[in-house]
């Protein structure tokens, strides 16, 4: 891991004594305090509901500029490597930290294959869950549950960290479709070797016994696309789960059913899910722009703009530029007219021009193209979030391992404030 570098200092004045911080530069020029000895120093902690000034740990594997609208996963421009790599690329440069070489992809390429089965005990795991069960649930259990089925890899010497995230990469996507024909009741699909990885998963996912169904290469340039752009996003909710668990000890399989089950919300990755239910309410209802431009902006009213808003973008979000070219491609390749599509363009331009929405800086996000194109390769909505899970796996195994070897990190274990009563008696019952 690279050293950050010390460039000033802070000083802190409090109860009369003043104390000095360093402040600390990263490669990109992001500066912070370092306050890890404030409480020993002043018995203060910092309080900041959300992480939004707090930054736990030093990381090498993504950069966001959310005021300049930029994300570079090891110093590569997201649409570079979207217009140039395969998922696989990308999720290699995420763990390894550079770009295959062609002999290193056939080899990770080859991993990949042969660790794509799942035990067939864990295939009766499924037979149990009721049908229409929500594949994020059946994922997250199926996820921790790897670790019992294949312990050796719980925590992979540097050697073998290839090889555990193939495992992973590989397993994890053959269970999200196992997940998704468990959900309609299909019979399950064994990934096959002369398939691609994302090739075996839309196989897996959409081939039945009784229909034909041929690879498409437009839906594989697109799937491997969509999964690029979800590859990583520094410390978001989902991999800060995966950290905070792992920082116990936890294994990677563990540490990644906590990412999974993080990604769900629909302040998260559900987001994607939940854009879509939003466009569907909007013309079942037959909202007019207008009124949803006014509901989302009621703080009495439950109703948001789904997909619109970022914690760290405060400008456009690279990735929806990108999510939104391939979603008009894949609509047009397809000769699919989505209603819903007409909806999202029009509320966009509309928020886009609203001065609520400019003041705060709310600008589509990921998840707001994303659904319509995973709509119009035949996904159901439940399965959307499972997709944004199998494209954030490289991103979680990357954190979790550059954690690992990170010497300054301890368990996670923040404070708080306490609001609570001082302390009392306990009351006999009769007197309560
Ligand atoms: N619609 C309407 N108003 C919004 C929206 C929205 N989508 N997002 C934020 N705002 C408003 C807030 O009400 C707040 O207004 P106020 O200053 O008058 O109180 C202001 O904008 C700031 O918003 P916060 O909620 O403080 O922003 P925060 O950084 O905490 O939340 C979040 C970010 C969760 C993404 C939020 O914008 C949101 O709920 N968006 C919709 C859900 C979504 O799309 N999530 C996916 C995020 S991307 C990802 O995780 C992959």
């Known amino acids: 891991m690279h050293e950050v570098k010390e460039v000033s200092k802070v000083e802190i004045t409090y109860e009369g004594k003043t104390l000095t911080y360093p402040v600390i530069e990263g490669s990109e020029g992001e500066r912070a305090i370092n306050m890890g000895s404030l409480r020993k120093d002043t018995k203060l902690i910092s309080y900041d509901p959300g992480f939004g000034n707090t930054g736990s740990c030093i990381s090498d594997v993504t950069f966001i500029d959310g005021e300049a609208g930029i994300l570079r996963y090891r110093g590569y421009p997201i649409d570079d490597l979207a217009n140039n790599c395969t998922f696989i690329e990308v999720a290699y440069l995420l763990i390894n930290g550079e770009l295959p070489t062609q002999e290193e992809l056939t080899d990770f390429s080859r991993i990949l294959n042969r660790k794509s089965l799942i035990h067939e005990d864990m295939r009766n795991f499924f037979r149990n869950y009721p049908e229409h069960a929500h594949p994020m649930a059946i994922l997250s259990a199926m996820a921790v549950s790897l670790s019992s089925f294949y312990p050796e890899l719980d925590r992979p010497a540097e050697e073998e960290v290839n090889v555990a995230a193939a495992r992973l990469l590989s397993k994890l996507r053959t269970l999200a479709a196992l997940s998704y024909k468990q959900s309609i ?41 969509l999964l690029i752009l979800h590859a990583d996003h520094e410390q978001n909710c989902s991999t800060s789960a995966v950290r905070l668990v792992g920082s116990s000890g936890a294994n990677l399989y563990a540490s990644v059913a906590a990412g999974i089950c993080a990604l769900w919300g629909p302040l998260h990755g559900g987001a994607n899910q939940a854009v879509i239910e939003m466009l569907e309410q909007i013309h079942r209802e037959g909202l007019t722009i207008d009124q949803c431009i006014a509901r989302a902006k009621d703080k009495n009213d439950p109703f948001r703009l789904m997909g619109f808003g970022h914690r760290v973008y405060k400008s456009y979000d690279p990735r ?51 659904g319509i194109t995973l709509r119009a390769m035949g996904f159901p909505t439940d399965m959307f979030t499972v997709i944004f899970a199998i494209g954030r796996l490289p991103g979680w195994i990357a954190h979790w391992l550059e954690q690992r070897a990170d010497k300054d990190q301890r368990i996670g274990r923040p404070r708080q404030v306490y609001t609570g009563p001082t302390k009392r008696k306990i009351l006999p019952i009769d007197q309560r």
């Open 185 to 225: 009741g299909h019979p399950h699909v064994y990934p096959s070797s002369k398939l691609t990885y994302v090739e075996n998963f839309l196989n897996m996912l959409f081939y039945t016994p009784v229909a034909n169904y041929e690879v498409d290469p437009v839906t594989v340039r697109a799937m491997n696309k």
């Open 320 to 370: 929806a530029k990108i999510a939104k070219k391939a979603c008009e491609d894949v609509l047009e390749t397809m000769g699919i007219q989505d209603e819903l599509l007409d909806i999202a363009v029009q509320l966009e331009e509309r928020a886009l021009n609203d001065e609520y929405f400019k003041e705060r800086n709310l600008y589509p996000n990921v998840d707001y193209y994303t």
